[in-house]
């Protein structure tokens, strides 16, 4: 029968741990540290390729659109034309400022779909976003929003240098 007590002959305390020694916590401190930067690395890397192609639902930062950009332009209307089936109009503007590809003092010539297209006629000032895949649609932007959209992609344009360009969102 357990009366509580128990004799010291029968319970022996155990030797107190040896501290670790002074090289394993200098390698324990190293791995740990080293797993917090690679962490952070992973998480830098990540953060950076959502921040240049979108938030992985298919919509494009801006540093993506400059990227992906073909001619980033502005300039005044100089002739509006049809185009092609669909209603769309092709476009030709002389360009006056080019953030990307096009050349200023030249004619820059795209399509815009007419639904999505801001109505333009020779003689109206636009600023003009047309992306390197042709399925994708031109941005125009006229009016107020000419420089709201340049200050937009003054500032994009030299972000996105490095961004790498995948494809259509």
Same mark, same amino acid.
């Given at each position: 029968?357990?009366?509580?007590?128990?004799? &010291?002959a029968t319970e022996?305390p155990s030797?107190?741990?040896?501290p670790?020694?002074?090289?394993?916590?200098?390698?324990?401190?190293?791995?740990?540290a %080293?797993?917090?930067?690679?962490?952070?690395?992973?998480?830098g890397?990540?953060?950076a $390729?959502?921040?240049?192609?979108?938030?992985?639902?298919g919509?494009?930062?801006d540093?993506g659109?400059?990227?992906?950009? $073909?001619?980033?332009?502005?300039?005044?209307?100089?002739e509006?034309s049809?185009?092609?089936?669909?209603?769309?109009?092709?476009?030709?503007?002389?360009?006056?400022?080019?953030?990307k590809g096009a050349?200023? %003092?030249?004619?820059?010539?795209?399509?815009?779909? !007419?639904?999505?297209?801001?109505?333009?006629?020779?003689?109206?000032?636009?600023?003009?976003i047309?992306?390197?895949?042709?399925? !994708?649609?031109?941005?125009?932007?006229?009016? &107020?929003d000419?420089? /709201?959209?340049?200050? /937009?992609m003054?500032?994009?344009?030299?972000?996105?240098?490095?961004?790498?360009?995948?494809?259509p969102?």
């Amino acid at each position: 029968m357990d009366t509580g007590q128990h004799s &010291a002959a029968t319970e022996q305390p155990s030797p107190p741990a040896a501290p670790p020694s002074p090289g394993r916590r200098r390698r324990t401190r190293l791995l740990v540290a %080293g797993g917090v930067v690679a962490a952070l690395v992973v998480a830098g890397l990540v953060a950076a $390729r959502l921040a240049a192609t979108g938030d992985g639902q298919g919509k494009p930062t801006d540093t993506g659109i400059a990227s992906c950009a $073909r001619h980033i332009a502005e300039g005044v209307v100089s002739e509006v034309s049809p185009s092609g089936a669909g209603g769309g109009r092709q476009v030709t503007i002389q360009v006056e400022t080019s953030l990307k590809g096009a050349e200023v %003092g030249k004619p820059l010539t795209y399509d815009v779909d !007419e639904p999505s297209g801001a109505q333009v006629s020779p003689g109206t000032r636009v600023f003009v976003i047309v992306s390197r895949f042709p399925a !994708e649609p031109v941005h125009q932007y006229v009016g &107020a929003d000419v420089a /709201w959209a340049r200050d /937009w992609m003054t500032r994009a344009v030299p972000l996105s240098q490095d961004v790498p360009c995948d494809g259509p969102a």
